[in-house]
């Protein structure tokens, strides 16, 4: 009787745990949709391409520390950049205008509202079309507000990622090296290195023999590519999370693979080798080996952190 009610109780237990899963992954999809429609809505009012606001938004939600899940729009302005100098926060426009700010009304309901998404992004189209509707008119504007190659640079890319997609739900993430391939790999974060002084280990070490393909975690862009004394040949791509993802001590490169370059999950850039720690084609100074890092930049500085975790469940799904 008594292991009869731990099976229901177990039973319920794993019910609520599937279903709370289930309407999470449902919320997700929705502000999707709703942010994609609200993009879409401000491309058809001001002509500016809808990747473009979902690349700006998407860089001002990494930039945020705890984004409530259910925000739809995280673009936000300053209030005396939207209201004006010297206005006591009165949304009419011509008021707003009068006090030089740059708020508008983008929803029709005749008040400049800096909380409302759709008056938000109204404002950063007319803000955009100052300058012009170009890509290079696009990122003179973006450079005025953001005041930083890199967070421009970032906007411009995740744009294009988006854009070559046809979409802003880019979820899907892999394991960088096949699963049909021998490799191994544990925690090695944090480390320290002996080789060029006293370094921690900005990644994880994953034992794999020579040659074994190397495959984008996620979608992004090609950042960087070549040698470096202690990564050897190595490749570094950004994804739309501003997360930079370096790839270490390849053997080679994939032909065709250039900086700019669009990727997704799956996209073999490179092979495993055991470059680096020495002058350009240094080889063979420790095991064949594939170091992944992940960088954070939060659009002042740029950090590393742990991508064991990460890696643990890109394996998993793999498997699925
Ligand atoms: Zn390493």
Known sequence: MKIYRLICALLIFLFIQVSTDAIHAKEE?????????????????????????????????????????????????????????????NKNEMVITLFHGIGKDGDGDNKADPNNPEDVLYTMG??????????????????????????????????????????????????????????????????????????????????????????????????????????????????????YHYYAHLSKYKDDIKVGQIVKPGDVIGYVGSTGYGPPGTSGKFPPHLHYGMYKDNGYSEWSFDPYPYLKKWERMGKE
Do not use: C
Not at 188 to 197: A, M, Y
């Open 29 to 89: 999809e929705d502000i999707y949709e709703q942010r994609m429609e609200l993009y879409k809505k401000t491309e058809a009012l001001t002509l500016i391409p809808w990747y473009y606001f979902a690349a700006i938004d998407q860089y001002e939600r990494n930039i945020q520390k705890d984004v409530p899940s259910d925000q739809v729009i995280s673009i936000s302005f300053e209030p005396i950049e939207w209201f004006g100098m010297g206005n006591a926060k």
């Open 126 to 243: 007319r803000y955009l079309q100052q300058y012009g509707y170009s890509k290079e008119d696009i990122k003179i504007a973006l450079w005025n507000h953001y005041q930083r190659d890199l967070n421009v640079q970032s906007i411009m890319n995740t744009a294009r990622v988006f854009k070559k997609f046809n979409g802003i739900e880019l979820t899907d993430r892999v394991f960088p090296l096949p699963s049909n391939y021998n490799y191994s790999y544990n925690n090695t974060w944090g480390n320290r290195r002996g080789f060029g002084g006293l370094r921690i280990h900005e990644g994880t070490d994953i034992f794999a023999d020579y040659g074994t393909p190397v495959r984008s975690t996620t979608y992004g862009v090609v950042e960087l590519i070549g040698w470096n004394l202690f990564g050897g040949w190595r490749i570094g791509l950004r994804d739309v999370h501003n997360i």
